[in-house]
């Protein structure tokens, strides 16, 4: 299985969404969220779209997850490659690693280009909101 996850924050901080979704192995979407956050840090959101993205793997008892993102901070994060330095960021990550654990979990980064859905479900939460 693959999940999506991308955060939105319209300034910064600011009005933030969060758009994750889950993709079976025939490319079907069978899960996605856009999550209004109100106002947040884009890496706030970034790492709130993780979060909603593992909890619904966790709760659909998914073994096994590729994880795609175009947050090179978070990504790099998670996986340990960098150090967390904020403490608020710190509790995100440590939400992520909660929530992968008993999972086979990959992370990628990904360019924005091939993460189109995933912002455009964090966007339209926010759109929503203001609409």
């Known amino acids: 299985m693959k999940g999506y ?3 939105a924050s319209r300034s910064n901080p600011g009005e933030a969404g ?6 079976d192995d025939d490319r079907k979407i069978i899960w996605s969220k856009a999550d209004y956050l109100g106002v947040k840090t884009n890496n706030e959101a970034e ?7 593992l909890a619904e793997a966790r709760a659909r008892n998914v073994k096994q997850l590729d994880v795609y993102g175009d947050s090179k ?3 790099s994060q998670v996986t340990h490659q960098w150090k967390i330095k904020m ?9 992520v690693w909660e929530l992968a654990q008993g999972m086979d979990v990959s992370y990628s980064w990904v ?14 939460a926010i759109d929503r909101k203001n609409g």
């Open 47 to 53: 790492y709130t779209a993780l979060i909603n993205l």
């Open 5 to 7: 996850f991308d955060g």
């Open 18 to 23: 969060a758009g994750s979704l889950l993709v």
């Open 111 to 124: 360019p924005r280009e091939q993460n189109k859905l995933a912002d455009a479900l964090s966007n339209e």
């Open 87 to 95: 403490p608020h960021l710190f509790e995100l990550a440590s939400k």
């Open 73 to 75: 901070l978070v990504i």
